[in-house]
């Protein structure tokens, strides 16, 4: 018959070692991803980030107290509102049209600087304006914009043709 055991007998388990061959596994598996994560932070020290980053965890409360105090104010608030209600209207927005119409913007600007900002016009001057083509296009695109800014004010159900003034 087996006699029992009395003792157990461990090896030594030798810690260090094996953390060692775990990071080193895990060097040899990540090598690209560590060797741009180095570069990513030589690029922070050399503009000077660390520091600012490291002064920002260790005062993370602080700083996020003081972030949240300034952000909840009135209007502060509002602001961020109306900054989302831009972007959600870029967004909706062709990026075509939005470069046309800042391009003629930009034409329209260039011309306004070249005259006279003070020059007088006759009722003479503004009906020979008016015949110019580009006056024209620009006034046709105005019209067009107050149209459809118009239908898009009307109240939901509101007849379009509900006390219109003079067609355009």
Do not use: W
């Not at 580009?134 to 149209?147: E, T």
């Amino acid at each position: 018959m087996a006699q029992p055991i009395q003792q157990i007998v461990r090896e030594p388990r030798d810690e260090r070692r094996e953390a060692q061959a775990r990071v080193e596994e895990a060097v040899l598996k990540s090598a690209d991803g560590i060797v741009d994560g180095l570069r990513l932070l030589q690029a922070c020290e050399e503009k000077g980030l660390i520091p600012i980053v490291r002064a920002l965890v260790e005062q993370g409360d602080d700083v996020l107290r003081v972030v949240v105090h300034a952000i909840s104010r009135k209007g502060v608030t509002d602001g961020l509102k109306n900054l989302i209600g831009i972007v959600q209207f870029l967004s909706v927005v062709p990026p075509e049209d939005m470069e046309r119409v800042f391009h003629a913007v930009a034409r329209g600007l260039e011309r306004a600087a070249e005259g006279e900002a003070n020059a007088r016009m006759g009722v003479y001057d503004v009906l020979r304006a008016l015949r110019d083509p580009d006056v024209g296009r620009s006034l046709a695109m105005l019209f067009a914009f107050l149209k459809g800014m118009g239908s898009g004010l009307a109240e939901p159900g509101e007849s379009a043709h509900k006390d219109r003034g003079p067609e355009v």
